[in-house]
Each structure stands twice: as structure tokens, then as C-alpha cells.
């Protein structure tokens, strides 16, 4: 039998959290033969709601599950952990400013940063949730030096697969044969979906997305503000944030970081960026990548054309300012 997987959710008192932590008991995240043992981590305040979630695993006698910590102490919540998914954070409130919201996350993850780097597994892979994804990697990644760059990321997969979604609907097809759209750079209203490089299988082999949907109006447009936008449209609806799409995202990206893409399929990622694709480099920015063996590698040599370049730009400049002024809270 395999040993088990230690998987840290941290904020599993909270929404996605609950959604969360049963795919993973299910094998969803690591696979139907894999073991696991969770640990969550939570606040003070939502002590006593984590120990309800805690009394619910119990109750739902999942095979996989051979463990479970629940706790509001950051060393114990990552001490030995194979992954962490940093779901907990803190949200901005009306009339707050974006500096003060900046500054609250930019505390939280510097401090959570040391404790995976003292007490986690040797290469533990880290996939960051919490808003702002992107530059409260980036702060983690800062602060926790000896965990490699590469085993830090964040979550655009939710926005990668909302992409697959309103293409699949607009062709009527089903969402298993699209395949290769990219998010790139920020999880925000920045973010570029990207179908120039996608493909959908058809009964006569696989077909661009732009042959098949020949409205480029549509495809240039309305395809992406509602995939920039669809996070707003979910909350408007439901009152509250997207949660079990960005749970079954967050067992995605990791399933495909430690189990590998399929031959021929990329998925998006944010990363430690190198400056592929004339990105900024030292920001964590959502890239196409294909896994094996564990890791991730940005694919390469994909053409940009100018309306594409625009937007890469644009949503690297904001990712350079959020750093900045993720930056600017530090000192
Ligand atoms: P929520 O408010 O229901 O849950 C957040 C939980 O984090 C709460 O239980 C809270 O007590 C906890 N928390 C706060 N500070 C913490 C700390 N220092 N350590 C540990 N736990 C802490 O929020 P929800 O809906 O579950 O969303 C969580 C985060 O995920 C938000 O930042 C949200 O914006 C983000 N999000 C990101 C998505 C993505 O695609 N990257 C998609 C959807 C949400």
C-alpha cells in the first residue's frame, strides 16, 4: 500500500474549504489510490467551525483518509506536508483600501511562508488560492528561500477551465474535447483567456477554435470579459464567491503538477516567470504548461499575435505594480 500524502488546506473553515477538503478524501487531488492525511489550518475565530468540518470527515468514513489534523497553529498545520493549498486569507471588505488588503495578505503569507519552510516536507509543492493569488505566491516564495521557485505557484486553473466552459456551450460541444486555451498572467479582470492555440476534437479530427467558431467578434469580445468577469457574475448570483468551481480547479492543478498533463494538452498555471513570452520576469505569472515527473515547463514557441501582445503587456504591467506595492507594505 502507498504511504499516505500529507495535503495542507490552509482557511478550511471557510467556503472553498468545504468544498475542498472531501474531493481530497474522495482521491480527487491525488488519485483513487492515494492516501491522505489532511491538515487544516484556520483562525482563532473559526476554531470551533474547522473542528465541525473535522467531526464531518469523521462522519463521512472516507477509505482514503487516514488522518487529520485540525488546527490554528501554522508550525503544527505544516509540519511534514507534501502539499500546500493556501485557501486562507484575508478578503477586502467594502470601503477598504487595495493597499490595506495588500498589506494584511502580504503579513499572512510572509509568516505562513517561514512555517512551510521550517517544518514541511522536503519539496513541497505549494499552489496559492487566496487573493491576490498571484503576488501572495510571490510574497511566499520571497520569504520561504529554501523551498525552489518552481514548487511555488498559483491558481489560474478555475479561469483555464471557465475558458474550456463558454467554449464548449458556444459550440455545443462537450467540454472533454476542447482542449488548450491559455489564462495569461494575473488571476484578475487583467487576465488574458487566450484560443488562438485552441482545438476542439470533432468527428473529423481536431479543429482550431477559431475555424469553428468563425465569430471573432465573440472570441475577441464577449468570450473574454466573461471569463475575466465570470468570478463577479458567480457572487452576483449566489451571494457568496465561487467555491466548488475553484475547489475542483485547485485538485486540477495539482493532479496534473504531480500526475502529469496528457500527451498533447497544456493547462495554466501561475508561475515563477523567467520572462518567457516577454513577460516580467520575477513575478508569478499564469503560463501554458505541461507537467511530467512532477514538474512543470512552459511551453514554448507558441505565436503571439499584436492584439495578444497588448494584453500580455497589460496584465504584466499590473502584476509588476501589485508586487511593488506588495513591496511597499514590507518596509
Ligand atoms: P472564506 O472567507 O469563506 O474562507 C477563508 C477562510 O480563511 C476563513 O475560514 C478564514 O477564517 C480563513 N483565514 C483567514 N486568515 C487566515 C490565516 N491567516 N490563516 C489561515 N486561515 C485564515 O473565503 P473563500 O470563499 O473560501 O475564498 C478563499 C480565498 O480564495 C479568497 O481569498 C478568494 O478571493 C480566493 N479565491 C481564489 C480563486 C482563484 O481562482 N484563485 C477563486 C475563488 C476564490
Given at each position: 500500500a502507498k504511504e499516505p500524502?500529507?495535503?495542507l488546506v490552509t482557511g478550511a473553515a471557510g467556503q472553498?474549504?468545504?468544498?475542498?477538503?472531501?474531493m481530497i478524501a474522495r482521491g480527487v487531488m491525488l488519485g483513487a489510490d492515494q492516501p491522505v492525511i489532511?491538515?487544516?489550518l484556520d483562525i482563532p475565530p473559526a476554531a470551533e467551525a474547522l473542528n465541525g468540518v473535522k467531526m464531518e470527515l469523521v462522519d463521512a468514513a472516507f477509505p482514503l483518509l487516514k488522518g487529520v489534523v485540525a488546527t490554528t497553529d501554522a508550525v503544527e498545520a505544516c509540519t511534514g506536508v507534501n502539499v500546500a493549498v493556501m485557501v486562507g486569507g484575508f478578503p477586502r471588505k467594502e470601503g477598504m483600501e487595495r493597499k490595506d488588503v495588500m498589506s494584511k495578505n502580504v503579513s499572512i503569507y510572509k509568516s505562513q511562508a517561514s512555517a512551510l519552510e521550517q517544518h514541511a516536507a522536503p519539496n513541497c509543492k505549494v499552489l496559492v488560492v487566496a487573493n491576490p493569488a498571484n503576488t501572495n505566491a510571490l510574497i511566499l516564495k520571497e520569504f520561504a528561500p529554501s523551498i525552489p521557485a518552481k514548487n511555488?505557484?498559483?491558481?489560474?486553473?478555475?479561469?483555464h477551465n471557465r475558458a474550456l466552459g463558454q467554449i464548449s456551450e458556444k459550440l455545443n460541444v462537450q467540454v472533454s474535447d476542447v482542449k488548450n486555451v491559455i489564462?495569461?498572467?494575473n488571476h484578475s479582470s487583467t487576465q488574458y483567456p487566450d484560443v488562438n492555440h485552441a482545438t476542439v476534437m470533432t468527428p473529423s479530427g481536431e479543429k482550431p477554435v477559431r475555424e469553428l467558431v468563425k465569430d471573432d467578434a465573440w472570441l475577441n469580445g464577449e468570450f473574454i470579459t466573461t471569463v475575466q468577469q465570470r468570478g463577479a457574475a458567480i457572487i452576483k448570483a449566489r451571494k457568496l464567491s465561487s467555491a466548488l468551481s475553484a475547489a475542483s480547479a485547485a485538485c486540477d492543478h495539482i493532479r496534473d503538477w504531480v500526475l502529469g498533463t496528457p500527451e498533447g494538452t497544456w493547462v495554466s498555471m501561475g508561475v515563477y516567470?523567467?520572462?518567457?513570452y516577454n513577460a516580467p520576469a520575477g513575478v508569478i505569472y499564469s503560463f501554458p504548461v505541461t507537467c511530467k515527473n512532477g514538474e512543470w515547463t512552459i511551453v514554448q514557441g507558441l505565436a503571439i499575435d499584436e492584439f495578444s501582445r497588448k494584453k500580455l503587456d497589460l496584465t504584466g504591467v499590473e502584476l509588476t505594480e501589485?508586487?511593488?506595492?506588495a513591496y511597499s507594505c514590507l518596509s
Amino acid at each position: 500500500a502507498k504511504e499516505p500524502v500529507r495535503v495542507l488546506v490552509t482557511g478550511a473553515a471557510g467556503q472553498i474549504g468545504y468544498a475542498l477538503v472531501p474531493m481530497i478524501a474522495r482521491g480527487v487531488m491525488l488519485g483513487a489510490d492515494q492516501p491522505v492525511i489532511l491538515h487544516m489550518l484556520d483562525i482563532p475565530p473559526a476554531a470551533e467551525a474547522l473542528n465541525g468540518v473535522k467531526m464531518e470527515l469523521v462522519d463521512a468514513a472516507f477509505p482514503l483518509l487516514k488522518g487529520v489534523v485540525a488546527t490554528t497553529d501554522a508550525v503544527e498545520a505544516c509540519t511534514g506536508v507534501n502539499v500546500a493549498v493556501m485557501v486562507g486569507g484575508f478578503p477586502r471588505k467594502e470601503g477598504m483600501e487595495r493597499k490595506d488588503v495588500m498589506s494584511k495578505n502580504v503579513s499572512i503569507y510572509k509568516s505562513q511562508a517561514s512555517a512551510l519552510e521550517q517544518h514541511a516536507a522536503p519539496n513541497c509543492k505549494v499552489l496559492v488560492v487566496a487573493n491576490p493569488a498571484n503576488t501572495n505566491a510571490l510574497i511566499l516564495k520571497e520569504f520561504a528561500p529554501s523551498i525552489p521557485a518552481k514548487n511555488i505557484t498559483c491558481l489560474t486553473r478555475l479561469d483555464h477551465n471557465r475558458a474550456l466552459g463558454q467554449i464548449s456551450e458556444k459550440l455545443n460541444v462537450q467540454v472533454s474535447d476542447v482542449k488548450n486555451v491559455i489564462i495569461w498572467g494575473n488571476h484578475s479582470s487583467t487576465q488574458y483567456p487566450d484560443v488562438n492555440h485552441a482545438t476542439v476534437m470533432t468527428p473529423s479530427g481536431e479543429k482550431p477554435v477559431r475555424e469553428l467558431v468563425k465569430d471573432d467578434a465573440w472570441l475577441n469580445g464577449e468570450f473574454i470579459t466573461t471569463v475575466q468577469q465570470r468570478g463577479a457574475a458567480i457572487i452576483k448570483a449566489r451571494k457568496l464567491s465561487s467555491a466548488l468551481s475553484a475547489a475542483s480547479a485547485a485538485c486540477d492543478h495539482i493532479r496534473d503538477w504531480v500526475l502529469g498533463t496528457p500527451e498533447g494538452t497544456w493547462v495554466s498555471m501561475g508561475v515563477y516567470s523567467d520572462g518567457s513570452y516577454n513577460a516580467p520576469a520575477g513575478v508569478i505569472y499564469s503560463f501554458p504548461v505541461t507537467c511530467k515527473n512532477g514538474e512543470w515547463t512552459i511551453v514554448q514557441g507558441l505565436a503571439i499575435d499584436e492584439f495578444s501582445r497588448k494584453k500580455l503587456d497589460l496584465t504584466g504591467v499590473e502584476l509588476t505594480e501589485e508586487k511593488e506595492l506588495a513591496y511597499s507594505c514590507l518596509s
